[in-house]
RNA sequence: CGAGUCGACCGGGCGGUCGCGUCGGUGUUCCUCCGGGAGCAUCGCCGAGGAACGUCCGGACUCCACAGAGCAGGGUGGUUGCUAACGGCAACCCGGGGUGACCCGCGGGAAAGUGCCACAGAGAAGAGACCGCCGGCCUCGUGCCGGUAAGGGUGAAACGGUGGGGUAAGAGCCCACCAGCACCCCGGGCGACCGGGGUGGCUCGGUAAACCCCACCCGGAGCAAGGCCAAGCAAGGCCACCGCCGCGAGGCGGGGGCCGGCGCAGGCAUUCGAGGGCUGCUCGCCCGAGUCUGCGGGUAGGCCGCAAGAGCAUGUCGGCAACGGCACGCCUAGAUGGAUGACCGCCGCCGGUGGCCGCAGGGCCGCCGCGCACAAAAUCCGGCGUACAGGUCGACUCGUCCG
RNA sequence: GGUCCUGUGGAGCAGUUGGAGUGCUCGCCGCCCUGUCAAGGCGGAGGUCGCGGGUUCAAGUCCCGUCAGGACCG
């Protein structure tokens, strides 16, 4: 789980990741990252948009409490003042953790790796 | 043993590692107007449901000054009770279904009035003459006039049924029995209603989940209610001290200090009262010196409300029951981009499959499985409705067999 | 939290005093026309009226419940 520091907490922050930052997605998870954020924010920060289209509630709750427990881990990779907004597709409802995190890896390399951009 | 009815309940369990949220404790860092506050670490307690769901009803609570009257509008509809209240629940009545335990019913009024009843049929609601039956007339015909609702045919429904008398033919025209209606009397029941007797006239269709009538109920909005602080538009605002008030966030008063200098346009008013409360109309009442409309500008932050309640469990008493009284015990989620997740072990259940045992129902031992339902609080309660793998307990009915 | 709307052939819609599931546009099938295709003409098929109950002689229509989709308000 996350602590409530390194949640994403304000409408604003949402809109920020998902416009300005990189996106790339997988089956199941699509990523928006942003990295080069303002050096004040101490540390990484991350958010969940986990839709209805996904399921019920019970369903939603269950896909967005794993997605928190896998980006736990993975956030410490990050530089500090980064944005990270994670968009469940509808195919999350049914998958398995570990097909869930192995999308989310490769989402997260795909999202950092193309630094040779402008 | 088989088939079934009703009611109550559980809805995976135990343990470990790493995480999250509220609250409390400890430590530490920072800020401070010295009251405290914020962050981090760590320890401990607690942490979704029987439906948390749908939002179909009813309340508590808050604001609208009080929550007023009539009309309009909406809702409910056997009776009596229970309840804070209800469209809920219980018992009973009536009607229908079942061999039975039991189940189902928007179950007031059609004799206050209006409307509708397609097609078919002569006729569809104060009756009516197509065929038929009977009588009369003559121009003797596939004729005209009259009587007749017993028969035929149509229809979802045709103005009581059977038998007898009666008649030209018939008819409640008369009589007996039956069914139904209205009124009266007696008995039982708080009541819905039930049982019995008498009189009347013979007779009256259905539909109110069509308008309507009757009885009863309903003021409106909703925790995004509502309140407080900060910031800002703005034009008034900010700061500490003392006293007082508030459940609380906080506020009021006093003297003191500091900063700042009056968006735009239009309408109607200033006690003979604009405008508003009161969302539709009328009355009545209240507030009232500014208010209304449009444009422009600002605001997405925090706190209180916010969890001890029509609360739960046990016992006992009253009541057929719903439920209520008393005693004792318990404290049981409070998030706000929204806290319960991940992994492992053992057991349980389900499905598949293999072996062994047994005449059989089945039992035992293994292996496999993304297997284990429906569905998650958001102010809080009482109901209703709907979804749901599997399981437990109790009461009762019918059938068969044995004693 | 509150207030509403929609569901009818494959698609989009109409459907009133409740009375045969009736109609419109596009699409589909067959035939005609043409050297061929399109357009056009003629004919035809295709329906649990979202689902389950109820009222009524009779329900797409009236009532209740339910499911799905959608909209609006602060």
Known sequence: MLAAAQRLRRSSD???????GRR???STVVVH????????????????????SVGN????NRVRR???????????DLPDGTLLVVRALPAS???????LGADLDAALTAARSPRRRR
């Open 14 to 20: 949402f809109a920020a990741a998902v416009r300005g």
């Open 57 to 60: 509630a019970v369903t939603r």
């Open 33 to 52: 990252l942003l990295i080069d954020e303002p050096a004040q924010a101490s540390t990484a920060r991350a958010g969940f948009v986990v839709s209805k």
């Open 93 to 99: 409802a049914s998958a398995s953790f570990e097909t």
């Open 66 to 76: 794993r997605l928190r427990h896998l980006v736990r881990p993975r956030l410490a």
């Open 24 to 26: 790339a997605g997988r």
